[in-house]
């Protein structure tokens, strides 16, 4: 498989899974509701108006429109660099994430969130994926640790 089908493939295996979970969510915990799980973890049924941790809750149609941006920059990056070992890992991921909620934006006009860890705000399959998509663009960037001599 191509490094642009692996990264298709993770997209849309993401934006699967976020869209998934987030339909039980909403079909099994009322808006609003919680239910605890273990260790002060809990499940809930969110609206986020904005982007991480509400910021920019009121943006409406501009945060649509700077993610847009984003997954373009995102594209372009990736067809300068698809010869980058594992790049596809992470455009993948930041792709489906990006889109997951994207999705819940226009249909919805805001992200169902459902995983709520103590002292944290809630957040979602999708900003998994986003959060680990940086994560491993940070590493395909800066390569893997090397060993030696100076």
Same mark, same amino acid.
């Given at each position: 498989?191509?490094?642009?089908?692996?990264?298709?493939?993770?997209?849309?295996?993401?934006?699967?899974?976020?869209?998934?979970?987030?339909?039980?969510?909403?079909?099994?915990?009322?808006?609003?509701?919680?239910?605890?799980?273990?260790? @002060?973890?809990?499940?809930?049924?969110?609206?986020?108006?904005?982007?991480?941790?509400?910021?920019?809750?009121?943006?409406?149609?501009?945060?649509?429109?700077?993610?847009?941006?984003?997954?373009?920059?995102?594209?372009?990056?990736?067809?300068?660099?698809?010869?980058?070992?594992?790049?596809?890992?992470?455009? @993948?991921?930041?792709?489906?994430?990006?889109? @997951?909620?994207?999705?819940?934006?226009?249909?919805?006009?805001?992200?169902?969130?459902?995983?709520?860890?103590?002292?944290?705000?809630?957040?979602?399959?999708?900003?998994?994926?986003?959060?680990?998509?940086?994560?491993?663009?940070?590493?395909?960037?800066?390569?893997?640790?090397?060993?030696?001599?100076?």
């Amino acid at each position: 498989m191509t490094p642009a089908g692996r990264a298709a493939a993770v997209a849309l295996s993401t934006v699967a899974a976020d869209q998934a979970v987030k339909a039980l969510v909403r079909a099994t915990i009322d808006r609003g509701e919680a239910v605890d799980l273990v260790l @002060g973890i809990e499940l809930v049924n969110v609206r986020n108006r904005g982007i991480a941790f509400g910021l920019f809750a009121g943006g409406g149609a501009l945060l649509v429109i700077f993610a847009l941006a984003a997954l373009t920059a995102l594209l372009v990056f990736f067809a300068r660099h698809r010869d980058r070992p594992l790049v596809w890992l992470p455009t @993948g991921l930041l792709i489906g994430g990006a889109l @997951g909620n994207l999705i819940d934006r226009t249909l919805d006009g805001a992200v169902t969130d459902f995983a709520d860890l103590p002292l944290w705000p809630a957040f979602n399959l999708a900003d998994v994926a986003i959060t680990f998509g940086v994560l491993t663009l940070l590493y395909v960037l800066e390569g893997p640790p090397r060993h030696g001599r100076r």
